[in-house]
């Protein structure tokens, strides 16, 4: 029963207080009665009897304060009285209040939106079981990069390590897949036996694959993601009837694998890799690796593991090329996925943040001004028998009502940015679909608002209620010592926020001129007017299909150079600029006569430096180079001469000739370049063509072997078309042709400048968010200057009326505060300058074209931020100037 | 002797209101002037300890209150011990009584 009776009691403190509140008042009087009445008993006067009945109870009041603070609930009670005052508070400044709870919303819900963005790409645990333990494996190169895994190599860390449970290796790419509908372009992964053990992933519907469906010449199988099935198998449950046409051959479709299950992403189908046999080299690089540790298997074991048997593998091989691994490596999966947009992202958090404390800066500002008006109302609080602690958690409430409101408005705001974000995110960064507004990201605003609150709370608490209160209240409330102290700590604040703005303006200027120097560099071809078309044919290897596909290529082109507008048309096995890129490997400088007999004779070769030449692979037309505008420096391109049966020819970059043939004349040599597709004719170089950044504009152009697609056939190609016409017109007759040769073939169409920039995506998406917190952080920080100046020449307006009455002109005035805010403004940029240099090398990964220091920018930035602050200051100024002494000194 | 004391010794006050109260209902002042019969005039329990006390009191359910007229007339409140009052007067009796038999121990030790 006595439980019943406090909580009875708790609640009837908190709800029925007005009750509560006059019992106890009455109860007080009537024992200050009964006090009287005993004291006039015992012979007092009535005056005497009360007064000494005052003595004896010592204030009414405080009795009843003394009780108050005995109540159960009491702390509840008290909180809700501080939030009760703190509204009111608020409402009483509502233009100064709305001004805080806007910043501070702007600024939480910036950072909540940054912050998003990185719990969704860093942070969030991978989709799958203990995603932690699955690791990604690499092979190292003798430059010490990671590479992808050589079949055999992969074959050995499989059977040898001890630290895996389950290893499988990976590739995807896009091919066309038909089943009952249309032809559609499709990811397809080619995976080992034991990919899903990895992932601990099973087929909702169906089975996983067996060791026997990945052996060679095993009947082809197909596992199917959750969506493809419900898109394209129409959700059927009965599998037995469902086959794939994927790259001509007939697939059954075995599995269908459970929603959100999307490794690599994107991919809708899996297929096994190896059902045509595994490639014996160890230096085809075709696959990547991925397994799942062990239980109570640390990273460090499992990378010392695989290393020992990566470099048994080296000291074993014969072949000692540059392109066997040196090493072997693994990686938590998570970090190999996110592994370069890490620093970038981390980046801009940390410009976010930067933008936050300039928020809290100016907010703080307000809340000092604020403070400082109030200065008289603590006085009486304190002297009343206020706490020091008790007017603190005063200041707290407010703070955190304030920073609750904003952040809340912040996290509403924070939901369009996450979805603009998204929209502007450049197609590289991975896990976008990660990315959302997700419980973590609420707490995380949560802590952040309380973190401010407690932050500002404290701040102006500890500056409000230091010194002593008597003294305020002793001058009448004007408050001048305090206030004075009060505008030098509004002073410092603007200070460091001047430095914070400097350091976040630099970095944007920097950022911004690294993207103009990135398009002014020359990309070596023609950007616009160009309309591009995937086309993708199946995958042969006999000769004879691969010359029909050729054939195939051939009236395609033709027919296409036959659309209105269309003025010239090429094909390439890419675009430049395209994810991806071209394949890479080494040549060998050889004559017709020194081609070995036996393949395995190459290897010895390939250890002769003075024959070896390293270059990207790239098969071309002629029209490629005419289209794209890509000049002939030298010799011939391709012509109609060069068939499949004439000697094979080549083109090469300027890069190539001038690295691989310093001072000599390339045109002329023969050089083979077989690992690239097979094909062991030699190569005889024609012609020399202007660079290309095939790689990123910010990326060097690299040394480029061109053959002809007439001689080197290949199935996936890029079609280019140098058109006036309109895009889509061009588009829709191309579709039309590609289906009037063969209908089952899909295609995929681009231009070229959305390719180029796409490729400056990245670059565009730091920019814009940094160049956003930069202006925004400028303009606050210029109100912050504004509203310290203002502060401080209305509370000097006397000091200045006495000034102008001693006969100060109105230069004078003006030269003092412009002066006075001049100092507090160069304090600001030394301290930021020396922020930014020490600040702007951790962006120095993403300037092109600019050192973190660029003098350029960082004079720029500070005379406009010099410029931006000295004219927050003239406004107040001019103010000053204007002041009339006989007003002034009246004034208080 | 003031009674600041009886702050020092927690529940020592309770022991005295609650004991007060156990002869019938009576008001503040009444339990006041009861305390300091019964302890020989040593405890007198100003208002700013005794309200606190009878509030907190009722709140943990030892003692009820009601509005009744003095013995003069006059509009008081007045409290009395419920069932777990009389049980917390025992349980702080044997405690009373454990820490006087133990202080007085103390001070009997040479």
Redesign the interface.
């Given at each position: 029963?006595?439980l019943?009776?406090?909580v009875r009691?708790?609640l009837r403190n908190l709800i029925s207080t007005q009750r509560q509140e006059e019992?106890?008042d009455?109860?007080?009087r009537?024992?200050l009665?009964?006090?009287a009445?005993?004291n006039v008993r015992a012979g007092m006067s009535p005056e005497e009897a009360q007064r000494a009945a005052r003595m004896?109870?010592?204030g009414v009041e405080?009795?009843k304060e003394?009780?108050r603070?005995?109540?159960?609930g009491e702390w509840l009670r008290s909180v809700f009285a501080d939030c009760r005052y703190g509204v009111r508070q608020l409402r009483k400044n509502p233009g100064t209040t709305a001004i805080m709870v806007f910043t501070l919303a702007l600024a939480i819900g910036a950072t909540a939106a940054i912050f998003s963005v990185v719990y969704g790409v860093l942070l969030r645990p991978l989709p799958y079981n203990e995603p932690n333990r699955i690791m990604a494996l690499y092979e190292v190169t003798t430059k010490g990069n990671l590479s992808r895994v050589a079949d055999p190599n992969f074959d050995d860390f499989r059977d040898q390590n001890r630290s895996f449970q389950a290893m499988a290796k990976y590739s995807d790419g896009i091919v066309s897949v038909s089943g009952a509908l249309q032809p559609v372009r499709t990811r397809v992964g080619v995976v080992s036996a034991d990919f899903l053990k990895v992932f601990r992933v099973q087929p909702m519907i169906g089975r996983d694959f067996t060791a026997s469906d990945t052996k060679k010449g095993a009947a082809p199988v197909v596992l199917v993601s959750n969506g493809y099935w419900k898109e394209y198998l129409s959700a059927s449950q009965d599998l037995s009837e469902s086959h794939l046409k994927i790259d001509n051959a007939v697939y059954t479709v075995v599995g269908v694998l459970p929603q959100g299950f999307q490794f690599p992403s994107d991919v809708a189908l899996w297929v096994p890799a190896d059902i045509d046999g595994e490639n014996t080299s160890r230096t085809s690089h075709n696959y990547y690796g991925v397994g799942r540790l062990r239980d109570g298997v640390t990273v460090e074991q499992a990378n010392g593991d695989i290393s020992a048997i990566a470099r048994r593998i080296h000291n074993a091989a014969s072949d000692q090329s540059d392109y066997l691994l040196e090493d072997g490596a693994v990686v938590p999966l998570q970090d190999s996925i996110t592994g370069k947009t890490r620093s970038p992202l981390l980046v801009l958090l940390g410009a976010v943040g930067f933008l936050l404390l300039v928020a809290c800066a100016n907010v703080a500002n307000l809340l000092l001004a604020q403070a400082s008006v109030r200065e008289r109302e603590l006085a009486i609080r304190s002297a009343l028998g206020a706490a020091r602690a008790r007017l603190v958690r005063q200041f707290l409430t407010e703070a955190l009502l304030l920073s609750l409101l904003g952040g809340g408005l912040g996290v509403l705001g924070a939901f369009l940015g996450v979805a603009g974000l998204i929209e502007l995110a450049p197609e590289n960064l991975p896990r976008l679909e990660s990315i959302s507004v997700s419980v973590p990201v609420l707490l995380f605003a949560l802590l952040l608002s309380t973190a401010v609150a407690v932050g500002l709370g404290a701040f102006t608490a500890v500056r409000a209620t230091s010194g002593d209160l008597r003294n305020a209240l002793g001058e009448g409330g004007r408050g001048q010592a305090g206030s004075h102290s009060g505008t030098r700590v509004g002073r410092v604040i603007v200070a460091a926020q001047i430095a914070i703005t400097l350091v976040l303006v630099i970095g944007a200027g920097l950022l911004g001129r690294s993207l103009m120097k990135v398009l002014e560099v020359n990309p070596g071809f023609r950007v616009d007017k160009i309309v591009a078309m995937e086309v993708s044919l199946p995958w042969v290897d006999d000769p004879k299909a691969k010359a029909n596909q050729a054939t195939f290529f051939s009236n395609l082109i033709g027919r296409l150079q036959q659309i209105p507008g269309v003025h010239k048309v090429g094909a390439a096995s890419t675009l430049p600029l395209e994810d991806g890129g071209l394949p890479d490997g080494m040549f060998l400088l050889m004559t017709q006569q020194e081609i070995p007999k036996k393949p395995e004779d190459f290897g010895a070769l390939f250890r002769q430096k003075e024959r070896i030449g390293a270059a990207d692979f790239c098969v071309a037309t002629q029209g490629y180079f005419e289209v794209l505008g890509i000049p002939l420096l030298r010799g011939r391109m391709f012509d109609e001469h060069d068939g499949a049966d004439s000697p094979h020819v080549a083109v090469i970059s300027e890069s190539l000739a001038s690295e691989r043939w310093p001072g000599q004349d390339p045109i002329g040599h023969t050089i083979e370049f077989g690992n690239m597709d097979g094909d062991l004719r030699l190569l005889t170089i024609v012609g020399i063509v202007g660079n290309v950044h095939q790689y990123g504009l910010d990326a060097p152009s690299r040394p480029t072997v061109y053959v002809n697609l007439f001689q080197r056939p290949r199935a996936a190609i890029t079609v280019t078309m140098l058109s006036d016409a309109d895009t889509k017109q061009v588009t829709s007759a191309a579709r039309g042709i590609l289906q009037g040769l063969d209908p089952e073939i899909p295609a995929k169409f681009q231009t070229l400048s959305q390719v180029y920039s796409a490729s400056l995506g990245s670059r565009r998406f730091n920019l814009i968010l940094i160049g956003f917190f930069a202006i925004a952080a400028l303009l606050l920080a210029t109100a912050g200057v504004f509203g310290v100046m203002a502060y401080s020449v209305s509370r000097r307006t006397r000091e200045i009326g006495v000034r102008v009455a001693l006969g100060a002109g109105s230069r004078d005035v003006l030269s003092m505060i412009l002066g006075q805010g001049m100092r507090t403004i160069l304090i600001g940029v030394a301290a930021g300058l020396a922020g930014a240099l020490a600040l702007t090398r951790t962006v120095a990964s993403l300037l092109f074209g600019v050192t973190a220091t660029d003098p350029l920018t960082f004079a720029a930035v500070i005379l406009l931020l010099i410029a931006a602050a000295l004219l927050a200051c003239y406004i107040p100024a001019r103010r000053a100037t204007r002041v009339d002494p006989l007003v002034a000194l009246r004034y208080e | 002797m003031s009674s600041a004391p009886t702050n020092l010794l927690q529940g020592t006050l309770d022991l005295l209101i609650l004991k007060s109260l156990v002869t019938g209902e009576r008001?503040?002042?009444g339990i006041s002037r009861r305390v300091l019969q019964i302890t020989g005039q040593t405890f007198h329990v100003?208002?700013?300890s005794l309200?606190?006390?009878l509030?907190?009191m009722?709140?943990?359910?030892?003692i009820s209150s009601f509005w009744g007229d003095?013995e003069?007339n006059?509009?008081?409140?007045y409290y009395c011990l419920t069932?777990?009052g009389r049980k917390q007067l025992e349980v702080e009796t044997k405690r009373w009584d454990r820490i006087s038999w133990a202080i007085a121990q103390a001070l009997e030790a040479s």
């Open positions: 029963m006595p019943l009776v406090k009691s708790f019992d106890l009455q109860e007080v009537s024992h009665d009964l006090l009445e005993e004896e109870l010592g405080v009795v003394q009780v603070n005995h109540r159960k | 008001h503040g002042l100003k208002p700013g309200f606190p006390a509030h907190r009722e709140e943990e359910g030892w003095s003069n006059r509009r008081a409140k069932k777990a």
